[in-house]
C-alpha cells in the first residue's frame, strides 16, 4: 500500500516521500525553566504584597500561572501555591485602604500640653 502512494506521488511530480514521515513528539519543559517560573512568580507576589503595587500581583498570577500549566510529575506543587496565595494575598493588600488612626478612635499622640509648649527657662502660667 504504502509503495503504491509513493509510485503515484513520483508518477504525479510530488516531492513528499510519505514513507520518510517521522510523527512530532513534544519534548517536555526543562526543569530550570519551570523553576525559574516559580521562582520569579513567587518574588513578584512577595513584591506586590510588600508594596501594595497591583501591577507586580497581577504579572506574579501569569508566571505562577504559566509554571502550574507546565508542572510535570516532580514538580513541587507546594511552592506554585504558596506563590499564587502571595500574589491574591497582594491584590487583596492593594485594595485596602489605610485609614489614619484618628478615624478609629482618640487620638493618643502626644497631646500639646502647656509645659511641653513653654520655652525651657520660661515660667508656665496654668
Known sequence: MGADKASVSALSGDPR???CVVPY???APSEEKLDAFGTVGMMLALLGMLTRVRIFSFIAIAFVASAFIQRNADTDVKQLFMAGMFSIMGIFFSHLQSYPPSLFGTNTTAQATPAATAGAGAPVHA
Do not use: G, L, S
Request: glycine share 0%; hydrophobic share 0%; charged share 65%.
Open 25 to 27: 513528539k513534544q519534548r
Open 17 to 19: 516521500r510519505p514513507d
